[in-house]
């Protein structure tokens, strides 16, 4: 007996005229934006420099990020929330779902840019700029609370949030725990400490931290508190 034909699902839509447009900008700008700010130094880069750089108003800059350092950081930090909810949603039906959700953020935070060496050296190096890269973790909550709402089911959204939310807050204190103040380097080595030091001296910055120990231990150890909650979600998702 020949086996069942599967029909796959059919791709996304591609997206649309202007949704196309307001990507291009949005990359346009977070990449001026760190082109500039390892050019001059990250004070020395006004919103106005960067809208002009990508051929925009700054009216039009306005509408996508608050601040400069909200776009210095977005050059690192893109789409990174939806990346990791897609993968989250990309893993097996049958993996426990703590373990997808961590693995999904480990790999996203580890990932390797193209721009992310540079563009850690100036956030590591600037307090607005580490500010503004640990505010990028709430973006996390919302895709990934959809994403696990479609694991558990209906009754599971008011817990999903929950869970996503608490996500959230966990690779938060994972980063701040990883950036920490030079003094305070703890297993960074003398001539790691040296070296990036010596680099941020050349972007004349200041308030120097240095990444300390493994940032996938540190994102592991952060969420595994977390792994009771899921299991119990998923308990109760179950028919």
Known sequence: MLAPVTTPPPAPPPAGLRERKKQATRAALR???LRLAVERGPDQVRV??????AGVSPRTYNN???SREQAIVSAVTADREVRIASAVAARPAGLRLAD???EAVVEQYTTTGEHEPRALLLITARTA???AFLDTTAGI???LAAVIAERLGDTGVHTARVLAASVAAAVRIALEGWLRPAGTAGTAGTAEVAEVAEAAGSLGTGGLVVPTGSLPDQLR???APLAPAF???ERGARP
């Open 141 to 143: 909550e919302a895709p």
């Open 231 to 233: 299991d119990a979600a």
């Open 48 to 53: 106005e420099d960067i809208a002009e750089a």
């Open 129 to 131: 700029l580490r500010e």
């Open 31 to 33: 990449e001026a934006a």
């Open 100 to 102: 997808a959700v961590t």
């Open 221 to 223: 150890a952060a969420l």
């Open 64 to 66: 996508y990020f608050a």
